[in-house]
C-alpha cells in the first residue's frame, strides 16, 4: 500500500485532486437541490429545483500543478417533483418565466498548492480566486471545502431583453463545495479512483430569465450530489434528462456544440419563437 504523506505538499494536492476528481482521465460529478431567492432583506424561499452534471479532467503541468478543466450541464424544474423544463410563476413580479438550463462553456484553470489561477483567455470568467483548500479529516472521513468566487459579464442588453439584468455589469457570485470521502480511498495511491460526496452553497445574482431587472436580492443554491468515474453511474433520471435536454453531452462533454445551449442563445430562440 502507498500512502501520500500529507506532510509533503506535492502529496497533499495529489491528495486534494484525488479527493475532488481523478488524477487520470476525467470523473462525473453531478449533484441537485434547490434554489432559493431573497428579496432585499427579506428571508428566502424555495423557488425551483436545479441538476447539474459536470465533466472533470485533472492533468499533471508544469511546475508540480494542474490543470484543471470542467463543463457543466445544468437543467431546472418545479419545486414539486415533475419533468425538467416547463414554466416558472415567478412570484416577485407576478410573471410567467421559462426556465432555461444550459451547457457551460468550458472552463479551464491551473491548479497548485498554493492557490489558483485562470488558463488561456476567452474560457473562464473575468476574474477567478480560489483558496486552495485545505484537507480535514475525523476517524475514517477525509474532506476539503473549496471557496471560489466568479466574475461574468452579463450577457444580455436592455435594447434586447428590456429588465432581463442589470445592463454594463458584471454578474458576481461566491459557491462552496465540500467534497468527503474516506481517507483510506484518498490516501492510497494504489487505488485508481476514490468516490466522494459533494455538498454545494453558492451565492448568485438573480438568473437572467426570470427578468428581476434592478431588483435587489440574490439567489441561494443549496445541493448535494456524488463523484463517479463514469455516465453509467449516473442516476438513470438524470442519464435520461440530460440527453433529452443536452444531447450529446454524456457522450462528449468537451466536443459537444454548446452554443444552441447557451443561455443567450435560448432566450433568442424563444423570442424569435414568440414565448419570450
Avoid at 462525473?28 to 431567492?37: E, I, N, Q, S
Amino acid at each position: 500500500m502507498s500512502l501520500l504523506n500529507l506532510d509533503n505538499p506535492q502529496e497533499r494536492l495529489r491528495a486534494i485532486v484525488r479527493l475532488r476528481g481523478a488524477e487520470e482521465g476525467g470523473c462525473w460529478l453531478w449533484f441537485g437541490g434547490l434554489v432559493y431567492g431573497r428579496p432585499a432583506d427579506e428571508a428566502i424561499e424555495p423557488l425551483f429545483q436545479f441538476q447539474s452534471v459536470l465533466w472533470m479532467v485533472y492533468e499533471a503541468g508544469e511546475e508540480g500543478g494542474y490543470t484543471f478543466r470542467q463543463r457543466e450541464s445544468c437543467l431546472f424544474s418545479d419545486v414539486q417533483p415533475g419533468e425538467t423544463g416547463g414554466v416558472f410563476n415567478n412570484p416577485y413580479t407576478g410573471k410567467p418565466n421559462p426556465m432555461i438550463g444550459y451547457v457551460s462553456p468550458i472552463f479551464a484553470f491551473r491548479f497548485f498548492a498554493d492557490g489558483t489561477a485562470p488558463l488561456g483567455k476567452g474560457k473562464t470568467p473575468l476574474r477567478e480566486s480560489r483558496l486552495c483548500p485545505d484537507l480535514e479529516s475525523v476517524a475514517d472521513d477525509i474532506w476539503t471545502t473549496e471557496w471560489r468566487r466568479n466574475e461574468f459579464m452579463t450577457g444580455t442588453r436592455s435594447s434586447e431583453f428590456p429588465g432581463a439584468a442589470p445592463e454594463g455589469r458584471s454578474r458576481k457570485s461566491v459557491d462552496l463545495a465540500t467534497y468527503r470521502s474516506k481517507a483510506d480511498q484518498v490516501l492510497n495511491s494504489d487505488i485508481a479512483f476514490a468516490p466522494a460526496q459533494l455538498t454545494f452553497v453558492a451565492d448568485i445574482p438573480w438568473i437572467q430569465w426570470m427578468f428581476m431587472g434592478d431588483a435587489p436580492g440574490h439567489m441561494l443554491w443549496s445541493g448535494t450530489g456524488l463523484k463517479t468515474s463514469d455516465a453509467t453511474n449516473l442516476p438513470d433520471k438524470v442519464r435520461r434528462r440530460v440527453d433529452e435536454y443536452h444531447s450529446g453531452f454524456l457522450d462528449d462533454p468537451f466536443g459537444m456544440d454548446g452554443a444552441p445551449y447557451g443561455t443567450l442563445a435560448q432566450m433568442r430562440a424563444l423570442k424569435e419563437e414568440g414565448k419570450l
